[in-house]
């Protein structure tokens, strides 16, 4: 039987004449690009029948492909300086990505910790920097679809790295802001290497302006060593227009502590991919998230959790708060290698809908080739307790309040689990930002 292949689109052939035009500007890694670009090419955009994108049919999604950013200039600089104020009162070392570039006039370099390394990623790809040249691409091996145009079109992200032992206090957050004034794609690539018994806490947060119409395609990798603690927290509150797509590639070492937290608000359709590799033995992780949507918002939570090494502890919990015709997708695999023995991972996702018209999509699975295990996953969906609800009104809570409080235990549960206290009081005041936000159009009759 001949094999079928697919037509490329509008959409695909305007990535592949914008690959042409860009390819020789590109900083550096030019072989790695051009083998990036090859494999999009044979594939096309993901689409249904596709099984690890059946519900983000990002060829049907993805209408048209934006033209790479401009650099930023100072009128989009200036749109960028309060980028990342969720954290105001939290004390970061705040670096700011404008349009896809680095802007040291509004990033904290200054007296760098003893053992961290920071330097922009374009920078040392155009210098084919050893510790890029070592693991960009390397972290996890992964054909994705999505990877594969940013590692083609990368062109600014951070290159971090952390020295054994040292002992970051600060988080380092990474502000990613779309300011431009055209429509515009912005591909971001950032690297963070932490070597034996270090620690560290990165924070990334997206954002853009609502009436901005761009496409963000950002990647992390991160590598993770032996007995290294690490704190991840992805903050996504796009523009109401922005497609947004983020993968994080974690390979874990032994005896290491990993905790990551995904937390969405903001974008027309935001896919976050997790691919997350367990490579040492007695490694402890809890792998969070939280995505409350209106609208007809989108939000696609991938995850692959692949235990390669035995005596590892997995905890994976995610939240949903689902309103009006919006739609959330949790798809979460974990993977149990034969050898891997004494693994524990656990795997949940819950489903809160406040709308007859809202779609919850869980699909939890697990591949398990060895004997001696605990793993487990479970999903649910569904409404707001009524005898709760019950219980409130009947101590004189107002309705809209007492569904409001509901709401935010239901979300709290996953924030809670986030250890620094100033980031997890920050998550927990935009929980009742958007509370007060929908309260809002319920009483003007602004709800779409």
């Known amino acids: 039987m001949a094999e079928l292949t697919l037509m490329k689109n509008a959409t695909e052939q305007q990535l592949a004449a914008e690959w042409q035009a860009a390819k020789a500007t590109l900083p550096g890694a030019a072989p790695l690009r051009a083998a990036a670009f090859e494999r999009f090419a044979a594939t096309g955009l993901p689409h249904r029948r596709v099984e690890e994108w059946k519900y983000t049919d990002l060829r049907a999604l993805m209408r048209d492909a934006k033209p790479l950013a401009d650099p930023p200039d100072a009128a989009a600089q200036a749109r960028a300086r309060d980028a990342g104020a969720l954290l105001a009162d939290v004390e970061c070392r705040k670096l700011v990505f ?29 210098r084919g920097d050893a510790l890029v040249t070592r693991y960009l691409g390397k972290v996890i091996k992964t054909e994705d679809t999505a990877v594969a145009p940013n590692t083609a079109f990368m062109g600014d992200g951070v290159v971090i790295h ?4 040292a002992v970051i206090e600060r988080p380092i957050h990474l502000v990613f802001a779309a300011t431009g004034d055209r429509p515009a794609a912005l591909f971001t690539r950032s690297l963070a290497v932490v070597e034996q018994g270090a620690r560290a806490m990165l924070v990334e947060s997206h954002e853009g302006e609502t009436a901005r119409d761009y496409q963000s395609n950002a990647a992390l990798e ?73 609208g007809r918002q989108h939000s696609d939570i991938t995850m692959v959790a692949d235990h390669a090494a035995g005596g590892c502890q997995a905890r994976e919990v ?104 100033g980031l997890r009081e920050a998550l927990i005041e935009a929980v009742g930002a958007w509370l007060k936000a929908r309260g809002r159009a319920e009483t003007t009759g602004l709800r779409s």
């Open 98 to 126: 404008v349009d896809g570039a680095f802007v040291p006039e509004l990033s904290d370099l200054a007296a760098l910790e003893a053992g961290l390394t920071i330097r922009p990623m374009a920078e040392a790809l155009a």
């Open 222 to 294: 991160l590598s993770i060593a032996d007995a290294a603690h690490v704190d991840h927290i992805k903050i996504t509150r796009e523009g109401d227009k922005a497609l947004h797509i983020s993968s994080l590639m974690a390979d874990i070492g032994a005896h290491a502590r990993f905790n990551s937290f995904v937390f969405t608000t903001g974008g027309a359709v935001v896919r976050n991919q997790l691919f997350l590799r367990f490579s040492g033995e007695g490694t402890i992780a809890n792998i969070r998230g939280a995505t409350l949507l209106k």
């Open 318 to 421: 995610f939240k949903s708060v689902l309103d009006e015709q919006s739609r959330g997708i949790f798809q979460g695999k974990i993977i149990v290698q034969p050898g891997a023995q004494k693994t524990d991972a656990k795997m949940a996702a819950h489903a809160l809908m406040l709308s007859d018209d809202a779609e919850a999509d869980n699909k939890p699975e697990l591949e398990i080739f060895a004997d001696d295990v605990q793993c487990g996953h479970g999903a649910t969906a569904g409404d707001l307790d009524e005898d709760l609800l019950f219980y409130l009104r009947a101590r004189g809570i107002p309705a809209d309040e007492a569904e409001a409080l509901l709401i935010q235990a239901f979300v709290g549960d996953a924030i809670e689990g986030i250890e620094h206290a």
């Open 162 to 165: 952390v020295a054994a032992g």
